[in-house]
């Protein structure tokens, strides 16, 4: 029969309380809140850390994924206030009590973040994961290129190598009487940091060092160690002592240390014209001058190594991405930095996406019915809609035949407490662990969540399915006695405590500083229970619906019954 669906929406802000339980089994983390404790506060805890259940005791917040099940206990055990300030009457209101936990959902997951975390979790843990995915990034030879400094040293201004290299020598003009002033340099060799430090323009820590006054007179200038030169600045004029600056950086992933370092002698190469360079694998990190002011007296240069690597260079610290819809059918970008320890996160973004491939999806791998609890005691009631039928007196007894036909209503409730941002894949052979439903219940169950396209909390819903209850009766109406016949209806109304686990599947990437990306299966890094999610709900639905016919005379007294039945059944040959 077609069924009526009814969206059942709930408060963003405040979250059911599922009860006062005895007992939270499988808790997966504790942290202490104290007087700022609250089930919401607690709930909001929860679900940023992906879990499903949340409760309160005291000043403590409890998260998990296993549901308490037998240990609820009267309301009247959950009766501690959650600020000291304000009083408290149930477990909604109060958390938990001395031997009591106030225990509830938490709302929708971020599983994109979740999901994210995890990722990221291995990358900061896992060292074989990690240094096997930096061997795929290709790290570029170091470059030498030539910087020309044939007009910019002839003027004021910074003469500077550029593209995050530094400096390795330098080229003069040849010799001329008279003319030896500093804009006679007119090149310098300028190279990349080595590979080991991984070095790429937009990661070096730079600063200019002061040479104001220590070029303006014989000896050495040089940088703080551990940095090299990458550029120089002069004013206008001839003379050394217009030499003013050094622009001084180093890579951000070496140790503020030199390697070996040595005295470069170029008394004499910088006296004609030539190159005057460092040996391979050296930077240039000082200047000795002499007393004169030609350009001839830059007698040495001092020459480094590059110092070890720190451990902390933009290869250990690549941003991961997925591609997920979310709940409402939209596609987005999700990243994190693979090296983001913050407490909220703070490198995780989301952005629109239109690109299909490489999508990471949800899916539904099994079903569990943690609990069952009665809703209502079962007692026999008038069928909602159907008139009694009446026998009429005669002076001789008989035989009445009468159709009842009536339609009969059933009712469930689909509510997830604890759902996801993302949508989901539940396919119909999807397991379902349920050892207190029989066959009829599994398959209406199956039939409801395999319905389903997203698990949030909006998508909770009642289902009302109508189906028609025909019931042939036959009485033996005595003499001169005036019969009504009646259907009354049992119903009992069970609402389970279910489970859901899901797995993620599909592709993830990590993309560094230097625009490389590879995609990867998320299967390769998150396995068994770091692929699965769960959500949590509850399902209302009635176990027991039966009919039974009542025969009565016109006081109402009951003379009999009988012809017991499943509602909307057919029943042909009933005689009470």
Request: glycine content about 8%.
């Amino acid at each position: 029969m077609p069924s009526e669906l009814r969206r059942l929406r709930r408060s963003v802000g405040s979250y059911q309380v599922e009860g006062c339980f005895s007992s939270f089994n499988g808790s997966g983390f504790t942290k202490q809140l104290g007087d700022h404790n609250s089930n919401v506060r607690c709930q909001d805890t929860c679900r940023d850390k992906g879990y499903i259940l949340a409760a309160t005791k005291g000043g403590e917040c409890h998260c998990g994924n296993i549901y308490p099940k037998g240990s609820k206990v009267d309301n009247s055990q959950c009766s501690s206030k959650c600020r000291p300030y304000t009083p408290c009457h149930e477990p909604q209101s109060c958390c938990g009590g001395p031997s009591a936990y106030s225990v509830s959902v938490v709302g929708n997951i971020d599983v994109a973040k979740q999901v994210l975390r995890r990722l990221s979790y291995e990358w900061q843990t896992n060292d074989d994961y990690r240094n096997h995915l930096k061997t795929l990034v290709t790290i570029p030879s170091p470059q030498t290129e030539q910087a020309n400094w044939e007009e910019s040293f002839d003027r004021e201004g910074w003469s500077s190598c550029g593209n995050g290299k530094y400096m390795t020598g330098l080229y003069r003009h040849k010799f001329k009487s008279g003319d030896e002033r500093i804009g006679r340099i007119e090149f310098a060799e300028c190279r990349d940091a080595p590979s080991n430090l991984y070095p790429i323009k937009e990661d070096l820590d730079c600063y200019n060092h002061n040479w104001w006054t220590s070029f303006d007179s014989a000896g050495w200038s040089k940088c703080n160690t551990g940095y090299y030169m990458t550029g120089i600045y002069n004013t206008n004029g001839a003379e050394l002592y217009h030499i003013e600056e050094a622009k001084c950086c180093r890579p951000k992933s070496q140790v503020k240390l030199w390697g070996k370092c040595y005295t470069l002698d170029v008394w004499t190469s910088f006296d004609r014209e030539g190159w005057s360079k460092c040996r391979s694998g050296y930077y240039m990190a000082g200047l000795y001058r002499n007393n004169c002011e030609r350009l001839g007296c830059i007698e040495n240069f001092f020459c480094c190594e590059m110092g070890a690597y720190n451990g902390d260079s933009w290869i250990e610290r690549p941003d991961l991405f997925i591609k997920v819809k979310d709940a409402a059918g939209q596609l987005k970008h999700c990243s994190m930095n693979a090296m983001d320890m913050s407490p909220s996160s703070e490198t995780y973004e989301c952005k629109s996406a239109s690109d299909l491939t490489n999508m990471l999806t949800l899916n539904a791998l099994k079903f569990i019915i943690e609990d069952e609890t009665p809703l209502n005691v079962a007692k026999p009631e008038p069928v909602a809609g159907f008139r009694p039928v009446i026998c009429s007196s005669h002076t001789n007894s008989y035989k009445c035949s009468k159709w009842l036909t009536t339609s009969i209503s059933t009712s469930s409730s689909f509510s997830i407490g604890t759902g996801f941002t993302l949508a989901v894949k539940v396919g119909a052979s999807v397991e379902l662990e349920a050892k207190f439903f029989g066959s009829g219940t599994k398959t209406t169950f199956s039939t409801e969540i395999a319905a389903s396209t997203s698990f949030n909390v909006e998508s909770s819903r009642s289902n009302t399915y109508t189906t028609t209850d025909r019931t042939d009766v036959s009485v033996q109406v005595p003499a001169n006695t005036e019969v009504t016949i009646n259907l009354l209806r049992t119903v009992q109304n069970l609402v389970y405590k279910w489970k859901a686990d899901f797995q993620m599947l599909g592709k993830y990437s990590l993309k560094w500083k230097n625009e490389q990306e590879f995609f990867q299966d998320v299967t390769t890094v998150l396995t068994g229970p770091k692929r699965e999610i769960y959500a949590f709900g509850s399902w209302n639905y009635p176990d027991t619906d039966v009919l039974r016919v009542v025969i009565t005379d016109k006081y109402g007294n009951e003379m009999r019954s009988g012809c017991e039945h499943n509602a909307g059944e057919t029943v042909t040959d009933c005689e009470p």
